[in-house]
């Protein structure tokens, strides 16, 4: 009972932080996002890949912007802060791409029954293929569907039942290391040091996690069907109108979701941080 009062405290908390700050989160939020989706157009081999590392840590601008804004009086966030991940690359990077690797490459042999099933859609390995392996790189939750791929997905119960599996193991391992940004921006640490305690600080805590996500887990549906419609409606028309629809829906990602939602894991990480401080005293 206690974790259900508590999350529901860091969920008003983040709710009335974000509306005071509404009008510098959209604008700065929306400024990180564009960057990712960008990102997203380039096909163009080897050059993609490269730029797709490069922007894996773009993210962290979502961080701290965060962390400003709780931490702050009357805080002022601008470019400096939602581009430090690019601005402060080589002390960031290290982290994004290393968490980011670990989940994927985790999740992918998890969805090796996948591979097998798709192995006659599956391209030949090629530049373009390297291309868009390493988009999976760029830190971005938009949403550009692929409609014959969710079509031949949803027909196909085993990869059905292998996806929900991969998903589940994808977001187990993103709460599991969710703290390892601010724990990087807080404290002179290693990739692998700020790992380490990510897994420390998130042990028994991960179902309060999933409880968080869950309790926005309708703001993310909300944002994905009204993107999803907009995009199968008119952006599949040209891809002009598909970047048109997919910028128009990263406001509405923004104001809906990802705004309240990057307060309220920062709250969160506050806590379970105060936690472990609490029993490191008392012991």
């Known amino acids: 009972m206690e974790s259900i009062m508590d999350i529901k405290k860091i969920k008003k908390e983040s709710h009335q932080i974000y509306l005071q700050y509404r009008k510098q989160i959209i604008p700065e939020f929306f400024f990180i996002g564009y960057v990712s989706l960008l990102a997203q157009y380039l096909q163009s081999g080897l050059f993609s890949f490269f730029v797709s590392l490069f922007l894996c840590p773009v993210g962290h601008g979502y961080v701290k912007c965060s962390m400003k804004l709780v931490d702050e009086e009357h805080a002022f966030i601008d470019y400096r802060d939602s581009m430090i991940g690019i601005i402060d690359f080589v002390r960031v990077a290290p982290a994004y791409l290393m968490r980011k690797a670990i989940i994927l490459l985790l999740t992918i042999i998890c969805g090796i029954p996948i591979l097998?099933?798709?192995?006659?859609?599956?391209?030949?390995?090629?530049?373009?293929?390297?291309?868009?392996?390493?988009?999976?790189?760029?830190?971005?939750?938009?949403?550009?569907?692929?409609?014959?791929?969710?079509?031949?997905?949803?027909?196909?119960?085993?990869?059905?039942?292998?996806?929900?599996?991969?998903?589940?193991?994808?977001?187990?391992?993103?709460?599991?290391?969710?703290?390892?940004?601010?724990?990087?921006?807080?404290?002179?640490?290693?990739?692998?040091?700020?790992?380490?305690?990510?897994?420390?600080?998130?042990?028994?805590?991960?179902?309060?996690?999933?409880?968080?996500?869950?309790?926005?887990?309708?703001?993310?549906?909300?944002?994905?069907?009204?993107?999803?419609?907009?995009?199968?409606?008119?952006?599949?028309?040209?891809?002009?109108?598909?970047?048109?629809?997919?910028?128009?829906?990263?406001?509405?990602?923004?104001?809906?979701?990802?705004?309240?939602?990057?307060?309220?894991?920062?709250?969160?990480?506050?806590?379970?941080?105060?936690?472990?401080?609490?029993?490191?005293?008392?012991?």
């Open 116 to 283: 097998f099933f798709l192995k006659n859609e599956l391209p030949t390995l090629s530049l373009e293929w390297i291309s868009s392996l390493g988009n999976a790189f760029i830190q971005t939750e938009l949403l550009i569907p692929d409609f014959q791929m969710v079509l031949l997905i949803v027909t196909n119960v085993p990869i059905l039942i292998n996806l929900i599996i991969c998903s589940i193991v994808y977001l187990l391992l993103t709460a599991l290391l969710t703290p390892m940004p601010y724990i990087m921006e807080q404290e002179e640490f290693s990739w692998i040091e700020s790992l380490s305690y990510s897994i420390r600080l998130m042990k028994g805590k991960i179902i309060q996690f999933i409880h968080l996500y869950i309790d926005y887990f309708i703001r993310h549906i909300s944002y994905i069907f009204v993107a999803g419609m907009i995009i199968f409606i008119i952006g599949r028309i040209s891809e002009i109108l598909m970047l048109f629809c997919m910028v128009f829906s990263l406001i509405f990602y923004i104001d809906v979701f990802k705004g309240r939602f990057e307060l309220a894991k920062y709250l969160f990480y506050k806590e379970i941080r105060g936690d472990i401080n609490e029993k490191s005293f008392n012991n």
